[in-house]
């Protein structure tokens, strides 16, 4: 069972930065898929970035594109999100997402396993 765990969360001024982690234990790093998603009160559940394992590629937001970065540790078990020049806008529990193959940033829904989620608040 794939269980995926937040940290790293928590309040931050707009301008700053925050680092996100995620552990996904039971998983392992051939062929899979992890990615950042993040929601706020009454709106859907939208795709932040995304990263292909095994020397694969990330796919990003256009909204953070050139703020934040997705990367993986070694062992392709630990997800990572660095969130520099934060907005307001990026205020919303963040929530890590694992599958094996791929689904897309677009498509959260074909997402298997989740975490908890860790909320990101940017006070302006």
């Known amino acids: 069972q794939v269980r995926p765990v937040e940290s790293g969360g928590g309040s931050v001024q707009a301008g700053g930065s925050l680092r996100l982690s995620c552990t996904a234990s039971?998983?392992?790093?051939?062929?899979?898929?992890m990615g950042w998603f993040r929601q706020t009160p009454g709106k859907k559940r939208e795709g932040v970035a995304l990263k292909y394992s095994g020397g694969g590629g990330t796919v990003y937001a256009d909204s953070v594109k050139g703020r934040f970065t997705v990367s993986q540790d070694s062992t392709g078990n630990v997800l990572y999100l660095q969130m520099n020049s934060v907005k307001a806008e990026d205020t919303a529990m963040y929530y890590c997402a694992a599958e094996r193959v791929c689904p897309g940033l677009s498509r959260p829904d074909r997402f298997l396993y989740w975490g908890q989620g860790t909320q990101v608040t940017v006070s302006s």
């Open positions: 039971g998983y392992t790093s051939h062929g899979n898929c």
